[in-house]
């Protein structure tokens, strides 16, 4: 018996990748969520940036609330069981009137995860619509096997390497996720989706929080992720502690060196010597 979704929706994530809208949280705390973000950035002089927009559940406690929110684990539980991982968060931010992109791409392309089984619940903290850049997907494509994808490190492109699936994408066959605040979407790791930039004079702030279960394991090296529901009888994972409140500088440092060592993962194969230089162009655009 599923605990969220209906065998409707189940039946839609297999056949199409992707199922939404789901509301998990209320767009009063979605506004909160937001605030709280738009307050930090404040303080920080600047948008989110760099590394400070990944793993970002391990920075800021009420985001670490957010990746344990029953409301997103019971659906991410119909479809992956009991046990689950929290493998990263990837802020999606897209300023007002800003030329920021995603290109169509197969988030399985560079994560170095062993298996398929992986969800990414996309958490609207803002409206996403056609006019400010909402994602995009082409239906049934994450039943296609992984793709080739070519690397562009484009300046405006918000993905790691700018990485773009390297066939013709029939636009005409895309479908936008049109998402009110606190609602979320649920997308396969195969999904061939994208975005394009936010035309509206406001910005667009998604949250994209991967999970697997535990069985799932990283091929490319040592890896970390959080336990956010049943056990971890697998162990292929370092486990993450949980924050308690924002910015604990123990967790600060905890978060630098995830992110070096994720950046290896990450960049694997790029040709870039050293983690200064993969920085840089991770933070272009
Ligand atoms: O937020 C976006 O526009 C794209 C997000 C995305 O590509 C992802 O969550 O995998």
Redesign the pocket.
């Known amino acids: 018996m599923p605990k969220r979704l209906s065998p409707a929706q189940i039946e839609q994530y297999r056949n199409e990748g992707c199922v939404f809208p789901i509301r998990v949280i209320s767009e009063t705390d979605a506004a909160k969520n937001r605030a709280k973000l738009e307050e930090f950035e404040r303080q920080a002089g600047g948008p989110l940036k760099g590394d400070l927009r990944h793993k970002s559940h391990l920075l800021f406690a009420w985001l670490a609330k957010l990746v344990r929110c029953s409301a997103i684990l019971d659906a991410v539980e119909d479809l992956y069981g009991p046990d689950l991982l929290c493998w990263t968060t ?1 802020f ?1 931010i ?1 300023e007002a009137t800003d030329p920021a ?2 290109s169509w ?1 197969q ?1 399985s392309t560079y994560w170095g995860l062993s298996r398929p089984d992986v969800v ?1 619940a ?1 958490v609207a903290f803002t409206e ?1 619509a056609d006019t400010n ?3 995009e997907y082409i239906p049934g494509s994450h039943q296609l096997d992984q793709m080739p994808h070519r690397d562009t490190f484009a300046k405006n492109n ?2 790691t390497r700018g990485q773009e699936v390297m066939v013709e994408v029939d636009r005409s066959k895309r479908r936008i996720i049109a998402l009110h605040p606190g609602e979320m979407s649920l ?1 396969h790791v195969r999904l061939v ?3 394009p930039p936010n035309r509206s004079n406001d910005r ?1 702030i ?1 949250v ?1 929080i ?1 999970y697997i279960p535990t069985s799932v394991a990283q091929i490319w090296g040592e890896d970390s992720a959080t336990l956010v529901r049943g056990q971890d009888h697998h162990h292929h994972f370092v486990l993450e502690p949980e924050p308690t409140c924002d910015l604990d500088p123990e967790f600060v440092a905890l978060h630098h060196s995830i992110s070096e060592r994720n950046a290896r993962i990450l960049y694997r194969g790029t040709g870039v010597a050293g983690y200064n230089e993969l920085r840089a162009l991770a933070e272009r655009g």
Request: proline letters at 0%; aromatic letters at 14%.
């Open positions: 990837n999606f897209k992109f995603v791409h988030d990414t996309w996403a850049g909402a994602m918000l993905l997308h989706h994208g975005s667009r998604g994209a991967r």
